[in-house]
């Protein structure tokens, strides 16, 4: 038991990037952003920003200056202190659960995609608002607030490599095809054809789709609701871009597997047939979060054998056997409750990305909490906001200028946002 605890207290006090290099995932997060990009050989992952071979539409970001690139960490410290300081309540810095302590360290809020946006919405007299987490967060926050505030991404290469799976192109192609099979006229109950459902990690164009199509949004706390609104309304559901999420969830709510085929949009008839098609209830995107694929049963069998009261929790982005195999699963604000409301001296093994699990291990003493996964793999884009990038906006900002902002064009926002409020009308 101590050997777990103490080597996670350690990680969690350390440098990420100095954790990183004792055994991660990839050897590329004990690297800064910008070296990384001067690899010969770039490729889509940690650390990443100049150079890097992501798909085609999703952000690059330029180079950050020198001065930033060679600051000291104290340096940037003093400098990102004293920028807020000036700037006071005209910016809100918001951190995501999964970002890296030196950046969420000076944030003034910290929580999940969704709760962020909610609170930028909440600081209306801040001018701008530092999205410390990764693209599509910073559009939410972007369409949720006033036209006077501006949403700062402190790297536009910070994306989401489960959103990237799902690009509007594809989903245009993959709607057209269910088309000619189901046509677009409701059934005698009056249900449509297909409801497009999709999870909140996707891009403002997915959400706007959706909007246009008589879908919804859904986040990881309220999918099965949202599952519940949209089969009220449609034969069955096209789930996008986390196949594990939808599939986690509609098994919950008793749709048997064979009626939820995969569609791969890199196959012809997303590599299924029309009469499987025909079928099927939940239609699910060949989408996953490469963090939370990690995680494995084997991985909690070895937690079970060795801590035997161990309670298992993990995230629903993660494979249906690993959710199968756990005492429960659910999103990061459920972990973050669950294991405030223990009593003191429980054992968790978390299945979710390792910053968050570090941190509720820092803060809980009282608990031995560890990650199921015992190499750290940290969320590899969110990694790319590094204190250099948050001084450099911050700083943009003293200087009266706003460096990488995110808008949303509002042919788009509007039908997202008729999508997010059908989210906000279902009740958990
Ligand atoms: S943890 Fe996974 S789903 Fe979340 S932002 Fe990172 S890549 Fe995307």
New binding site residues.
């Given amino acids: 038991m101590t050997s777990v605890s103490t080597a996670i207290t350690l990680i969690s006090r350390s440098e990420v990037g100095q954790a990183a290099s004792a055994g991660t995932c990839s050897p590329n997060l004990a690297r800064e952003p910008w070296a990384f990009d001067a690899s010969p050989m770039p490729e889509y992952g940690p650390g990443a920003s100049m150079h890097d071979v992501a798909p085609a539409a999703t952000p690059r970001q330029g180079e950050l200056p020198k001065e930033y690139r060679t600051a000291s960490a104290e340096d940037l410290d003093r400098r990102i202190l004293n920028a807020k300081e000036v700037l006071g309540d005209s910016v809100v810095i918001l951190g ?1 659960f ?1 970002q890296r302590d030196e950046v969420v360290k000076y944030a003034d809020f910290v929580g999940d ?1 969704y709760q962020l946006a909610r609170a930028a919405t909440e600081r209306s007299a801040a001018e701008a608002i530092i999205f410390c ?2 693209h ?2 910073a559009e939410t926050a972007d369409m949720l607030s006033t036209p006077q505030q501006a949403v700062i991404l402190p790297n536009l290469a910070a ?5 990237d799976m799902a690009d509007i192109d594809s989903v245009l192609e993959c709607w057209d095809q269910l088309s000619d099979i189901f046509g677009s006229e409701p059934d005698a109950a009056g249900r449509q054809p297909v409801i497009p459902v999709t999870y909140m ?1 996707s891009s403002a164009a997915l959400k706007g789709f959706c909007g246009e199509h008589g879908g919804i949004v859904c986040t990881s706390s309220n999918a099965a609701a949202v599952l519940a609104w949209a089969f009220e309304r449609g034969q069955r559901v096209l789930f996008f871009p ?1 196949q594990h999420l939808g599939r986690n969830t509609a098994k919950a709510m008793g749709v048997p597997l064979e009626q939820m085929p995969l569609w791969n949009p890199r196959k012809a008839w997303g590599g299924t047939d029309e009469q499987t098609l025909r079928d099927s209830r939940v239609i699910l995107w060949h989408g996953f ?4 694929k990690r995680f494995t049963v084997a991985q909690i069998e070895k937690a079970r054998m060795e801590f035997p009261d161990v309670r298992v929790i993990v995230h629903p ?1 993660c494979p249906m056997p690993v959710v199968d195999a756990a005492d429960e699963a659910g999103s990061t604000d459920y972990i973050r409750k669950a294991i405030e409301a223990a009593e003191p001296g429980s054992t968790f093994a978390v299945g ?2 390792i910053t968050m699990v570090n941190r509720l291990a820092a803060q809980h003493p009282e608990h031995t909490i560890f990650c199921l996964d015992p190499v750290i793999c940290p ?4 990694y790319r906001i590094h204190p250099g990038y948050l001084a450099w906006v911050l700083e943009g900002l003293l200087d009266g200028r706003v460096l990488n902002r995110i808008t949303v064009p509002h042919s788009v926002a509007d039908p997202a946002r008729v999508a997010l409020n059908r989210m906000l009308s279902v009740r958990p």
């Fill in positions: 995501h999964y995609s987490g990764v599509f967060m994306g989401c490599s489960m959103a990690n986390d979060c490469s963090v939370h982005e979710t990305e969320c590899s884009t969110m």
